[in-house]
């Protein structure tokens, strides 16, 4: 049997194996002291094992505990999953989680990518996670051309203070800035599965000059998680950091919130698929090919298809105002000829 003491836990319907919690603090050795009285047999080491868990789940709901076998999964991935330069200038960058030495990775792709990609980027963080800040740095350094962010990050009583953008005094040298158009739009998606550092990266992004953020709202709070020690070998995985923006819109109660809703229900999307081939049609356009190739591509994702909805709208507005200035410009200079 284990003696709990005067340690207080917050009990319901243990034994049915259910943690659901209440308002009423009990200490585990008045549950069992009625269980006894009553005759009713239990198990001593499942209700501490309830207990503990319990006690985990009111710190933190995620938390669990884990063994070195799980640390490869949880702390070390692929930064990148996916790169590829789509139709009519578009360019889309699948990010996976941030982790060690990842930021250098995205940083040579998006060297290849940048010069093709006239119509937008998009950065795809939808499930990404991951909990390395100086991947997140480094790959926002990259997305925020030229512009500075800070954040907070507490862990306890510490608290540490973070800068990206400035790399030496006043002046600021992103990676890749070169390669960036001046307005090229950056859209981010986002979903509730955004997660760790990968959620910060889209609450520094929020609200940035020709950045919208696309999708469902993330719901982990700008939490970290980290490893805490346990006996016989056994280790805890539960948030350990905060982070706190000091400037930007970055993330309200609970999470960050796009700037387009789009529901990631796909049970109403029409997958749109190739027409057969039939000899008697005419032979498509080369712009018509273009489309069909874009349209396929991102058939099936609500988000995605929203989201090159909207660079291509973008595109097109930019195109009209171009020729509205070139007009403009015609007829300023035959006024001032004459």
Not at 324 to 332: G, K, Y
């Amino acid at each position: 049997m284990f003696d709990m003491g005067n340690r207080q836990v917050i009990l319901s319907a243990i034994m049915t194996g259910v943690l659901a919690w209440t308002s009423c603090a009990v200490t585990v050795s008045e549950v069992w002291e009625s269980l006894r009285n009553h005759g009713i047999p239990f198990d001593s080491d499942k209700v501490m094992e309830a207990a503990v868990h319990g006690a985990l789940s009111a710190l933190d709901p995620s938390a669990r505990i884990v063994t070195t076998e799980d640390l490869d999964s949880l702390f070390v991935g692929d930064v990148m999953v996916c790169c590829e330069k789509w139709a009519e200038g578009i360019c889309y960058v699948k990010l996976g989680g941030m982790f060690p030495n990842g930021g250098g990775q995205l940083s040579g792709k998006l060297r290849e990518l940048l010069p093709d990609c006239e119509t937008g980027l998009i950065v795809d963080l939808r499930g990404s996670g991951g909990t390395d800040l100086a991947c997140m740095d480094e790959i926002a350094r990259i997305l925020l051309r030229g512009g500075t962010a800070h954040y907070k990050v507490k862990h306890g009583t510490n608290t540490t203070i973070h800068t990206i953008g400035v790399l030496s005094g006043d002046n600021i040298a992103p990676e890749c800035m070169e390669y960036f158009l001046p307005h090229m739009p950056l859209v981010i998606v986002i979903d509730a599965a955004t997660v760790g550092a990968s959620e910060v990266l889209a609450a520094i992004l929020k609200g940035r000059s020709y950045t919208v953020l696309v999708g469902m709202p993330t719901s982990d709070g700008l939490n970290l998680r980290g490893i805490v020690p346990l006996p016989a070998g056994e280790m805890l995985y539960m948030v350990t950091h905060q982070v706190v923006l000091t400037d930007g819109l970055g993330a309200l109660a609970g999470g960050v919130d796009p700037d387009i809703f789009v529901s990631c229900d796909k049970s109403g999307t029409v997958v749109r698929t190739p027409d057969k081939f039939d000899p008697r049609r005419r032979e498509l356009s080369d712009q018509a090919l273009r489309d069909r190739e874009l349209m396929i591509r991102v058939s099936g994702d609500p988000a995605l298809s929203r989201t090159v909805d909207m660079l291509l709208g973008l595109r097109a507005l930019s195109g009209i105002r171009q020729a509205e200035n070139a007009v403009l410009s015609d007829v300023n200079y035959g006024n001032d000829k004459e």
